[in-house]
């Protein structure tokens, strides 16, 4: 880690437990910038799920890592993709920051992810059936990354994120 660059945050969570909505606040409220590494992904190579059809999973998931590589490297708050850390080269990039894991639950999500596009809930499935297997899959890795967890099934993000920018401004 280089000292001078901002002070840095990762979240990781599922999808829909909220990691933009937090992380901007998180942001405003550190004074820092904040990046959400999907969206460079897409900026730099086209929508997610077209990716995962022409490419595959393993192809974004080393576009993504990159996107991550960079972003530490830049610092600031970074909301990682829900999947990001399937990978093992993404996990290991994790290890000199705090990371925040955003729990959410399949009851508070299921309102979250209505009608969403997003490319793993597209399916012939129902999405919270669906969310839940894939979030089962991978709460294990999430913890494993994971210097705190904060839930944000039934609180304001608003609050959450405050409550986040508090325990960070501790950590340093």
């Known amino acids: 880690m280089s000292d001078d660059r901002p002070l840095t945050i990762v979240l990781v969570g599922p999808m829909g437990a909220g990691k933009t909505s ?24 086209g929508a997610i799920a077209d990716i995962f059809a022409e ?42 920051d705090p990371v925040v894991f955003l729990a959410v639950s399949p009851e508070a999500v299921a309102e979250r992810i209505r009608g969403t596009s997003r490319p793993l809930l597209v399916a012939d499935e129902d999405p919270l059936e669906r969310w839940t297997r894939i979030m089962e899959q991978r709460r294990e890795l999430y913890e494993q990354v994971a210097t705190i967890v904060f839930d944000t099934s039934r609180r304001p993000m608003s609050r959450i994120a405050r409550e986040i920018a508090d325990w960070r401004r501790g950590l340093s």
């Open 55 to 96: 490419h595959g999973e393993a192809h974004f998931r080393e576009w993504e890592r990159q996107a991550v590589a960079t972003a530490i490297a830049e610092g600031g708050v970074i909301s990682l993709g829900g999947g990001a850390v399937t990978d093992p080269g993404t996990r290991a990039l994790l290890e000199g």
């Open 22 to 45: 937090v992380g901007r606040r998180v942001a405003k409220h550190l004074g820092v910038p904040f990046i959400d590494t999907d969206k460079r992904v897409v900026a730099e190579h």
